[in-house]
């Protein structure tokens, strides 16, 4: 997956020659923390509520807040905006993007194509997304969760079970566990068909010694949201 696949392309931006009091009420109005700075279909800086606070109070420490308003209306967004701006290109491997919001703990990233466009911008929410649609939320289905040994061979045999009850696998993960001695790995499988046949595959993975730790219909996950 790229990021292109997941940026949201409709992105709310300002220029760098309106007011940060402009870009405080665009961000108030659109519920977002971050804006874009566009010139010239270019992308300029990013300005951001932390930006507006931080700018602020070292630029007004002495007024009241009717100065202070006032001093916002005058300032542009190019005087408090960030040049420095970390962005990823729409061919970025979705995983790069995610560690990058995640060591930086960013809200979002720019979205710039090989002209300095911006193409879009890509969030944690969009993330948390692509999580769900990859996990198999939106398909009803039986989640099984299995404690797997860190063994060659062991997950081909897990699906092999599975297979041979002619159940359809919606979604497959695997995790290794924090804290954990031995390697092992959480894998947290998906599948749908006919309740006898996820009846009789979870008999026979029980049979082949596999740890299943849990059995859980989507449908009792979803009824706790």
Same mark, same amino acid.
């Given at each position: ?6 940026? +949201?392309?409709?992105? $709310? ?44 109070? @070292? ?26 701006? $970390? ?53 009803? @289905? ?7 040994? /860190? +063994? ?7 699906? =092999?079970? %599975? ?21 092992? =790995? ?12 996820? /009846?009789?595959?979870? =008999?026979?993975?029980?049979?082949? /010694?596999?740890?299943?730790?849990? %059995?859980?219909?989507?449908?009792? $996950?979803?009824? /706790?949201?």
């Amino acid at each position: 997956m790229f990021v292109k696949n997941w940026m +949201r392309r409709e992105v $709310i931006t300002i220029s760098p020659d309106e007011t940060i009091l402009d870009a405080k009420h665009i961000m108030k109005e659109n519920g977002i923390r971050r804006l874009p700075v566009v010139e010239k279909n270019k992308l300029a800086g990013i300005i951001t509520e932390k930006d507006i606070k931080e700018y602020s109070p @070292s630029k007004a420490s002495s007024l009241d807040v009717y100065e202070l308003k006032r001093l916002l209306a005058k300032t542009l967004v190019k005087d408090a905006m960030n040049v420095n701006v $970390i962005t990823v290109h729409p061919e970025t491997p979705i995983e790069k993007a995610a560690l990058i919001l995640r060591d930086k703990r960013f809200g979002g990233l720019p979205v710039v194509n090989d002209s300095g466009e911006l193409s879009g911008i890509i969030t944690a929410v969009d993330l948390f997304d692509i999580f769900v649609e990859s996990m198999g939320f939106s398909h009803q @289905s039986t989640r099984i969760a299995i404690l797997l040994e /860190d +063994r060659k061979g062991a997950l081909a045999e897990m699906t =092999r079970i %599975i297979d041979s009850h002619e159940l359809n696998i919606v979604s497959l993960a695997t995790f290794f566990l924090k804290n954990t001695e031995g390697g092992a =790995r959480d894998v947290v499988i998906r599948v749908n068909g006919e309740q006898s046949k996820i /009846d009789a595959a979870v =008999r026979d993975l029980r049979s082949a /010694d596999f740890n299943l730790v849990s %059995i859980i219909e989507m449908n009792d $996950i979803m009824n /706790d949201v």
